[in-house]
């Protein structure tokens, strides 16, 4: 079951490659953040308390929920942001080499997981969504964008932990879910402050700032 999760969170990563439209992004961020949800309660399910379901709730609440919540209503609505995606490459290319660096990971992650007590998918999986999270900060132009591209690849050193490390490091992870929150809190900020000074919510507005 834990194998199926993840292959679906690998082919939500697939999709970011082939959409060019905002919400569709932070649709990808919030299956992601409910396949994670079910990834860290499966191993729970045998010993459920309150403590266990402490942070698999608190990442629902938080990346499902919360964070998805203040980009589509505080940054995408109010400011009336574009959803549609431009892109420093071609779609295809950029699909192409999203394939082909999935591709390379999984056989990468597949030799050097060969001798030591690491699951392969889950390891795949999460460094595939590093890979893809960066790809989207360095390949796509909009501001807000680059915010889920971080987000994604947050979600992919999240999964790195589960899939590396026999037990969570409980207060570890839920002090990054509330660092990432706040992160995303700032970024928007910052976004609404450019929005406000530039009419243009791509990185290319950015050029126009002086120290």
Not at 2 to 31: D, E, Q, W
Not at 109 to 122: E, Q, Y
Not at 176 to 197: E, H, K, P, Y
């Amino acid at each position: 079951m834990g194998n199926v999760l993840n292959i679906l969170f690998c082919l939500s990563l697939l999709y970011l490659a082939t959409t060019t439209r905002v919400t569709a992004y932070l649709k990808v961020f919030v299956l992601q953040s409910i396949l994670l949800f079910f990834i860290v309660m499966l191993p729970l399910l045998n010993h459920i308390s309150v403590f266990t379901l402490l942070l698999p709730l608190t990442i629902l609440v938080v990346k499902a929920i919360l964070i998805p919540w203040y980009i589509r209503k505080k940054i995408i609505y109010e400011l009336e942001i574009n959803t549609t995606i431009e892109s420093n490459i071609q779609q295809f290319n950029f699909l192409l080499l999203s394939v082909f660096s999935m591709v390379a990971v999984f056989v990468f992650c597949n030799i050097i997981t060969k001798d030591a007590a690491v699951a392969p998918i889950p390891f795949s999986a999460a460094f595939s969504s590093v890979v893809i999270g960066l790809y989207v900060i360095i390949f796509r132009k909009k501001l807000i964008v680059h915010v889920i591209g971080f987000l994604v690849m947050e979600n992919g050193i999240f999964l790195l932990g589960i899939a590396v490390a026999s037990e969570m490091p409980f207060l570890i992870e839920l002090g990054m879910l509330l660092d990432i929150f706040v992160v995303v809190f700032l970024m928007g900020i910052a976004i609404n402050r450019i929005s406000s000074t530039f009419a243009a919510d791509e990185v290319s507005a950015l050029d126009k700032l002086k120290n």
